[in-house]
């Protein structure tokens, strides 16, 4: 099995703008469906299905314990039913009406902004333009602490932008760096606000137990990879055509991955899974790889933070290990232990481990691309869904954000000793 673009349930454009009558009328007819899978078999068939019908994977599913969800539309229902029939696989209606998913989900929305204030950025679903605004204030507010770089122009030519944040301006190679980024794949909403909070939590809401993080580690927060996908104002949540003119920065496919780790990517452009024409054929892209090459040695984990299904997954796409696998398992399991002390009831329990192994054969991720680019871990984390999918209601911010937080402090700390021993063996070579 192959899959383009990455594990995560994920790949086209959205939308994030204010209610307006029709503006999700593209999903009239569509439904999510719950897929029970009982074996790999049924995993095949799932994935063949999504291939051939261009479905949207809402949730991967895995055999026996996890229902996949796919999204279906009316040209293709019937295919898709009876080709599951056909294997005797069960099914059932998650989401009957798309649309009006799609409507209560601004309602939600709405409300939330009209119920609470004054909010914290990072409890709301903020705009791109809120999103830099707060950056330059931060970086403004403290700056012996925190530089705003801009990385360049989007395809549609929208800043990029990313905070570091340094005690040491990031002169001080004995300290390792934390690279975190968020919303590769614009519907994913949740991820932003939780680059945010960890900035808050790092800048401007540190607690005293947590001075250790700063002194001891550099950050680089790139909060909005896909800032066209985000602020696309079309209409359309998931608007294939438009994704061409937004891509969803899909493509990671360094040369040397292709001849390592595989190709398999459809090339038909209007495919969900369509990946770009070459790899870094996006510019999004290619900051996100100019940034790991520039800290190229000093890079100790490379977060790349999506939504949704409580997975922290590791390299490589194909199922192949990187040779330390096993701290990397390690302090991924850490990280899914201390976000699953938190978790809601209606969450699932975090499933760590290769990306391959627990979900999909991919290629081209940017959790393969850290870490062939030098990141000695490299993650992609996939966020709760609470049986949303994508479209969370924006009060569970407050939670994701906290929870999500204790996990990356975790993986911080333990991956810090993990450097330091590292950095002390290279320089008693020398
Ligand atoms: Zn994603």
Redesign the pocket.
């Known amino acids: 099995m192959q899959r383009s673009v990455?594990v995560?349930?994920?790949a086209a454009a959205a939308v994030l703008g204010g209610a307006r009558a029709g503006r999700h009328d593209a999903y009239s007819s569509s439904a999510v469906f719950g897929v029970q899978l009982r074996n790999t078999s049924d995993l095949e068939l799932l994935h063949n299905l999504e291939l051939n019908l261009d479905l949207d994977m809402w949730q991967y599913g895995m055999p026996q314990v996890r229902d996949a969800m796919v999204m279906v539309p009316p040209h293709a229902r019937g295919k898709f039913l009876s080709a599951l029939d056909k294997e005797g696989v069960s099914h059932y209606m998650h989401v009957e009406n798309v649309t009006q998913a799609l409507e209560t989900h601004d309602e939600d929305i709405a409300r939330w902004k009209s119920s609470r204030a004054p909010r914290l950025i990072f409890q709301d679903y903020m705009r791109y333009a809120d999103i830099n605004a707060e950056m330059e204030r931060i970086a403004g507010r403290h700056p012996n602490l925190v530089t705003l770089v801009n990385a360049g122009k989007s395809f549609e030519g929208r800043d990029i932008k990313y905070l570091k944040i340094s005690t040491t301006n990031f002169e001080d190679h004995s300290k390792p760096i934390y690279f975190m980024e968020a919303m590769?794949?614009a519907r994913?909403w949740v991820t932003t606000p939780v680059a945010m909070y960890s900035v808050y939590r790092l800048v401007e809401n540190r607690r005293s137990q947590d001075q250790d993080l700063l002194d001891d580690i550099d950050w680089i927060i790139l909060p909005l990879v896909n800032p066209d996908g985000y602020e696309t104002a079309s209409g359309v949540r998931q608007d294939r055509p438009t994704r061409l003119l937004t891509p969803p920065a899909s493509e990671w496919t360094a040369i040397e991955l292709r001849r390592s780790h595989g190709v398999g990517t459809p090339t038909n452009p209007c495919a969900i899974t369509y990946a770009g024409a070459r790899p870094f054929s996006e510019p999004e892209t290619g900051y996100v790889r100019d940034i790991l090459a520039e800290h190229k040695d000093r890079v100790q984990i490379f977060m790349d933070i999506?939504?949704h299904g409580n997975y922290v997954l590791f390299a490589y796409g194909d199922g192949t290990l990187p040779p330390n696998a096993l701290p990397i398992f390690l302090v991924g399991s850490a990280m899914g232990a201390a976000m699953d002390a938190m978790k809601l009831p209606q969450a699932g329990f975090y499933r760590v481990g290769n990306s391959a192994t627990v979900l999909y054969s991919t290629s081209g991720s940017a959790q393969d691309y850290g870490q062939v680019a030098g990141a000695a871990m490299s993650y992609t984390l996939e966020l709760p869904g609470y049986g949303y999918g994508f479209l969370v209601p924006p009060s569970y911010q407050d939670h994701i954000n906290e929870e999500t937080w204790q996990g990356i402090a975790v993986t911080a700390r333990l991956s810090r000793q993990l450097y330091r021993d590292r950095y002390s063996a290279a320089n008693t070579q020398r």
Do not use: G, K, N, R
């Open positions: 990455l995560c349930v994920c590769i794949h994913e999506h939504s």
